[in-house]
């Protein structure tokens, strides 16, 4: 009996001393204070990170399997003297993953940890009724309702001013579905979900109806001409040009009616920049100018994203005469 206890107290400590590595990919989640927004700000969600630690067979197989049972999170708790409101600032990853629940509990050492950094930001929690809009995408709705039509949202302050009191959660996928579902209808009542990163909502999920009238699509048209408009003051001395190659050309995003956009033809298109008289200026200089353009579209269109922008110069006129 002694000589196979012996014999088990050997391997024991054989398998303590041998140590292996092993490389695992975790996300991370920082624990709630109480009146404080905590987020990771990078990496982006879901803070994902591979991580290399170092440790007996034994000990990994029970990290991995304790990383089954938690659907592969960390959880990590800010120590108090990070815990400051408005404060932003740059961790070495393995130090802190190496503080997580599970890392500290498995005896493991964590070796790398790759992104190398996290960067955290702490604020003031606060919470602020807002009025939902909901964002329909490329679908045209009339007479849409929300119910109830403020929800109250608890996040980071300075993200809960950035709402300026307006949540508008997307609703195209849901309405695309129904759509499907129901395709001779067009009133619809769907049941939308609330989500916000970092923030819970009160209540979770409100009710959206309305009346289809119309299904937008997108479509890339170009290369569309730019032209400038020049005062004439302008045009009797300086030349409009490009500072680089394709400037005055750009492809365009247009969402219109689905069955009205296949028609639209290049020349309803029109995009310009304005000349101004003030940019005689950068003339003098040589000094590129760059401008957003403008562009006119039929009744019904619209573009799709800011307008793009366009650099020109303007060069000076080189008059000539009659050679005798």
């Known amino acids: 009996m002694l000589v196979l206890l012996f014999t088990g107290l050997i391997w024991w400590t054989a398998d303590q001393s041998v140590r292996e590595r092993r490389d695992f990919s975790v996300q991370l989640r920082v624990l709630k204070l109480p009146g404080l927004a905590i987020a990771i700000r990078s990496p982006s969600p879901p803070h994902e990170f591979t991580i290399r630690v170092s440790g007996s067979k034994r000990q990994l197989d029970a990290f991995e399997r304790s990383l089954t049972t938690h659907s592969d999170t960390l959880d990590y708790r800010l120590p108090t003297a990070d815990a400051v409101t408005g404060t932003s600032f740059t961790r070495i990853a393995r130090d802190v993953i190496d503080q997580t629940n599970l890392l500290m509990e498995s005896g493991l050492t964590v070796l790398e ?40 949202v608890t996040m980071s302050a300075s993200e809960l001013a950035d709402l300026h009191g307006v949540l508008r959660p997307r609703i195209e996928p849901q ?11 067009r ?5 939308l979900a609330l989500t916000l990163p ?16 119309q299904l937008m699509e997108t479509r890339t048209f170009g290369p569309v001409p730019i032209l400038p408009a020049v005062p004439v003051s302008i045009q009797r001395k300086y030349l409009v040009e490009p500072a680089g190659e394709g400037e005055f050309r750009t492809d365009l995003s247009i969402r219109g009616p689905r069955g009205r956009i296949e028609t639209l033809l290049p020349d309803e298109i029109r995009a310009y920049f304005d000349v101004l008289t003030a940019d005689e200026r950068q003339a003098q200089s040589g000094e590129a100018i760059t401008r957003r353009i403008v562009v006119v579209l039929p009744d019904g269109f619209e573009l799709e994203g800011p307008a793009p922008e366009v650099t020109f110069r303007l060069m000076p006129r080189h008059e000539t005469g009659d050679g005798g």
Not at 199 to 205: G, L
Request: proline share 8%.
């Open 198 to 213: 970092q923030a819970s909502i009160e209540p979770a999920s409100v009710t959206v109806t309305g009346r289809i009238i």
């Open 175 to 185: 309405l695309m579905t129904w759509r499907r579902e129901h395709p001779d209808e």
């Open 187 to 191: 009133e619809f009542d769907i049941a």
């Open 113 to 152: 940890a790759t992104p190398r950094e996290i960067v955290f930001r702490v604020d003031r929690l606060d919470s602020k009724t807002v009025t939902v809009e909901p964002d329909f995408g490329s679908i045209r709705v009339d007479n849409w309702a929300v119910s109830p039509p403020r929800v109250t």
